[in-house]
């Protein structure tokens, strides 16, 4: 019998490799779509992706992986919550289920509708133009709706749409934690712009040459951990960072040479995406084991190298010396505090991806209340330029003068990303709460940064969080590492004492 | 009956495409590998091309194909020789065919020793010790007689290995123009190295900065009709052309910034392939009708930009100006006359890849010889160092100071390429061929190219060799197109008129 259960494992575990392998020949064509392909090779790449998209759909929702499942799930190595094979076993499961409760000619109806809708919406952001966006937004909600009707949800229908970016999550657990978050950082806020100070950040927009940017962008990507030899550098109008199995892991970036910021922290954060994917554990790539666990996670390890080391103090004790020998006209006359102020700026703006470690989390909550309420029914698509208007003259203090500055700014709900916004909130939470039992574990953290030493940080997330892959969700993930369930606290205590003393507003 | 064969026809191309489309992911896969991918990602890239290579040929071995194209080649559709359908049912049945009659276990074998027998000879050419590769070649020999036998052939194995290179080419055909050309050149060679004029070939040896290298390549690929629209150029150790179908197509070189020769040349005999493969008829992708017909007619196309246009003096006439606008230094006392004669200079020399254009032909016909009579059973494998020397003693003038700059200098045969080299002596045949033939179609052809414009040249390849695919052999396009069978008159006339009056050699 046990002999028998074994096989069985053995061929699930060779059939989710298989697929695996499918999407890992995906991601290089997309990857090259985007970085290296010419103009007119679209039609083909369409083609190509289309032929093992299908494969790699037809392979997993193969019925004879369900009935792999079946013979596994009340056996043996489902006992253990956390073993390798349960983990395996629940997660290929959970997708499984997800994929063939829903019709393929539903999938097909969202693809069709989102392709359109983002069409359209590129258009009425141009022309700041909500009206001709709402009825489309309107059908993306209602198929989305049809889609949690498919594939089920514990309490309310944006349960389900949560779940596609962070599994286990609900809306009645995170909707806490954020509604608290909200509460306090608003306050917070309210009490840096009363503060009356202001960094100088024309140090920032000074000449940045592209080349030497790349040059500092490496090396300190290289520094906190980001493995060169296992993954690449290059330049894409959208930075991303995407795995292409071990060994392979590759992160873009834009420069801007009359902007600092923008590539310098987009690498840090990209490498922390890409530090994440090569900590996880090679030998079982290619099966939920040894797979990242949810965007939020992802996000909390974009968002810790990018802010909680990269803006912090220390790093910049040993970063700014270099920076300044590389940039040697923009950053002569700049004090190391001068500079640490400039590139730690709080300032409430209209635009997501522009926001400063602060008030990006407003701008997340903003999205977050208002897609849980279109979404619930309790607001009407047509009152969305409204409320959203409201809610950053309530919580940011401005008013956007345009849609194309408020509510049409992201692509996310054009493409039926209904859901995935908390995720990047949830991203900050997460980060703030591991660096916190981070620097408990390892006292002389932060003095190690101001050496340039990043090894014990990365080795602390690589074997309490990387190596997991998605042994735990994320939710159990945080108690596990931390000993507490997520919270609100270390995020805010971590901007209260930064920001607080930047901006003598403790 | 009629109706039902349709059915049959399009299954087949239908199948045929999406071969083509998985293969055209694995070229995706392979481009990124050599130009791209960071070290530590081979080992996912080997797994990933496995998976791709695997699925295409299972697809193209299926018994189905087989019944398909049984059912198609004495049919309707099969009647007219030169009729798109009768194009594709005869290549898809030859390559079905010999696909069908190796069996996987020698495939695999091959692929195994030549494996094997490549890093042998890497080892080997380092040491300059051909004893240690002997008896790796000499199981090569082995392996590739067994493939011959499996395949069949007309006359002699040999024919076998042709075959899979020039499909239709025999060695009794071939080897007759190649024995006249060899005659010819040979003596016409002694007359050039009698005449004791030398370029000035310091000249291509001045300081040619990479980055200015590449804007002059690459405006010169453009101007003879590479699209970048469909299409780039990047830096590879060994340059090469690959099409991942229509409108992607991308070659590669590499820059010596102390050689003006490497990189240019290089760059437009790349193109020369990239300009063929931009020229197939796309409505018949993915289907031997919109496939390229041979290696030796594709290095017919690349030799003809490279040597025929972009070595003669009116290409230059166009082109030099602009070199010396942008190679300042090294060209601004260089007049137009010696610039040509020192991109043409020619000189006998051990290394086949750094040959001139006269002389680079005499180090096909060694290969040609020699491995024709090793495979025949002629010569022993172990006298083939021997023989090696002898006959470039007796072409070129010149003996190896050692096997490393001799029989063991090409990659060929460790990886089982037997039959090969012949295609690159035949490349340039053909390109004489069509070349005499489109001057006289085109009555100021050369007149264009000191204008800069190659359309007319370039709209004539399309016509009456790109945009036919694979309806004829290699022979008979020939044929089609000049009138005449393939001789080696053109390109000795060429020759001799070009170099007769760089050396007083006529």
Redesign the interface.
Known sequence: MSGSLDGVYEELISRAK?IS??Y??LS??DW?QKT??????????S??VS??AG?GHRKFTDPQIGELLDALVSGKYAQDDYSDEATNIRELKRQYDKAKKVPNSLVIEISKVTTLADSVWVEAREKSDFASFQPWLEKVIDLKHQYAECVGYPKEPYDALLDDYEPGATVEAIGKVLGSFRKDLVAFVEKILGSGKHPDISIVSRDYPVEKQEIFGKMAAAAIGF??????L?VTTHPFCTG?????T?ITTRYNPKHFNDAFFGILHESGHGIYDQGLDRNHWGTPRGESISLGIHESQSRMWENLVGRSRSFWIYFHPIAQRIFTEALQDVSLDDFYFAVNAVEPSFIRVEADEVTYNLHILVRFEIEHAFFKGDLKVADIPSTWNERYKHYLGITPANDAQGCLQDVHWSNGYIGYFPTYALGNLYAAQFFAKARKDISDLEDQFSLGQFGDLREWLRKNIHAHGQKYRAGKLVEVVTGKPLSHIPLMEYLRAKFGSLYNAG
């Open positions: 298989e392998l499918i890992s020949c290089v064509l090259d290296y392909m010419p103009p007119n090779g679209a039609e083909q790449r083609g190509q032929l093992l494969m493995d060169f030899n296992s993954g690449r290059d292409l199995g071990p060994g392979d590759r």
